[in-house]
């Protein structure tokens, strides 16, 4: 019996879900606690302060204050190129996409539509994801801090607005990808 009891603890600590390396530790993680539409700059500044750039610091509350409002590929690409931040853009809903980005261990800002998260089928909703396998995808929401979800591929087909952002490290980053 007490090998048998040995045997199923081991088992469960072995089946332990193990999150990845790319997700944004919580002292990096930026809540959206503005009016509606701000996810999208909370989750680049997450991000971008997590890759080691420093001038991502506060650009949520800066850029909702001065009225950029919800956010969008097209705004967050501009404030990149502005910056000069080296960065890459899926917008073709390719899955082997994010695979390859995950495969990196980088984390990126994707999009989903907001009726499959919220119910609401107004708005978008912006998210980070942490990984994506052939089986899944992980991610967290700006929304909630130290939120981990998971969905199936083809939920997550399902939900996938159909842009992913992923900025490249500047050199200093906290953890190195893998």
Sequence with gaps: MRHLTISILALLLCATPCWPD???PRKFQVENNFEGGACGWCATESIGTYLGYREFKG?????????WGPTSHAA???LLDHWKVPYHIST?????D???ISDRGLPAVISFHAFSYYGDGKSGHAVVMCNCTDEYVEWYDPNIIGS???YD???FMLSWGGW???LEPNGSTPTAPR
């Design 164 to 166: 992913a952002i992923v």
């Design 22 to 24: 790319c997700y944004i």
């Design 76 to 78: 967050l690409t501009a």
């Design 153 to 155: 591929k083809e939920t």
């Design 59 to 67: 650009i949520a509350k800066w850029y909702w204050e001065r009225g």
């Design 98 to 100: 994010l695979k390859a």
């Design 148 to 150: 981990r979800y998971r």
């Design 92 to 96: 073709g809903r390719r899955y082997a």
